[in-house]
């Protein structure tokens, strides 16, 4: 009797490769995104009354060329990237609520740190994933884009829209950061575990401080 030993790897379909370096790309393009938008959020801070941030807004919605302006291609790529990050990482996450409940319960039970982490980008990107398409909303069906319209909102109850949304988004950008680095050996994990830390701490106080200055803007009129 023949008996086949066949030792050869089972082949990686390409599509896996290619999922892998999609998710990459569509995170690290997000994440400088993020960062650029916080940066942009932050030129509140200057000049009176967020002069400096109406100024910026003000060129970012000129319009270029057919009533088109950098804040439209702006909303378009990032939306489009969302949708495609979104896309890429949902393929790998079992469909069926059994299934899930199954990885869930083996990965914790591993206590294998990086599968933990799996499971926590797959739930703030699922939340993070809604937060993003209203606030893209909020912001693009009520043009101008205004340091005293932000306030106004930021007092009138929107606060509570951002807290939970900012301390999710610093979760993911520390968590993907250092996963993304480990995952493709681009850093060892001494350097990438600080590394994430001070992007999740420099988001959230930058983001705090950017929300405490349109809470605390004086509106014209009063609130
Ligand atoms: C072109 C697209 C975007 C524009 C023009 C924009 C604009 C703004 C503006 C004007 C604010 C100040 C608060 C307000 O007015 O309500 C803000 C805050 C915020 N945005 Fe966006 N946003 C965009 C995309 C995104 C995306 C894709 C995310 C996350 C996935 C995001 C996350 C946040 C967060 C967390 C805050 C509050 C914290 C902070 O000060 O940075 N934004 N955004």
């Not at 993907?176 to 994990?189: H, P, T």
Request: glycine share 8%; net charge neutral.
């Amino acid at each position: 009797m023949v008996t086949r030993t066949d030792t050869r790897p089972r082949s990686v379909a390409p599509t896996d490769a290619y999922i892998d370096v999609g998710e990459m790309i569509s995170g690290i393009l997000l994440l400088f995104f993020i960062f650029f938008h916080l940066f942009f959020v932050a030129t509140v801070l200057f000049g009176g009354r967020g002069a400096v941030f109406n100024t910026l807004a003000e060129w970012f919605e000129t319009d270029l060329i057919w009533g088109i302006s950098l804040a439209h291609i702006a909303l378009a790529g990032v939306a489009a990237l969302i949708l495609a990050h979104a896309i890429l990482v949902v393929s790998r996450v079992p469909v069926r609520l059994q299934d899930q409940w199954e990885v869930l319960k083996r990965g914790t039970l591993m206590r294998h740190f990086d599968t933990i982490l799996w499971f926590l980008q797959v739930a703030t990107g699922f939340l993070i994933f809604a937060f993003a398409f209203a606030h893209l909303w909020h912001i693009f069906t009520d043009l101008p884009i205004q340091a005293e319209k932000s306030a106004e909102g930021a007092q009138g109850g929107f606060l509570w829209f951002y807290a939970p949304f900012l301390l999710l988004l610093s979760i993911h950008i520390g968590a993907g950061f250092y996963r993304i680095m480990i995952k493709w050996n681009w850093m060892s994990r001494s350097i990438a575990v600080p590394v994430a830390w001070f992007l999740f701490v420099f988001y959230m106080v930058v983001a705090i401080i950017n929300m405490t200055i349109f809470f605390k803007m004086p509106i014209e009129g009063g609130m």
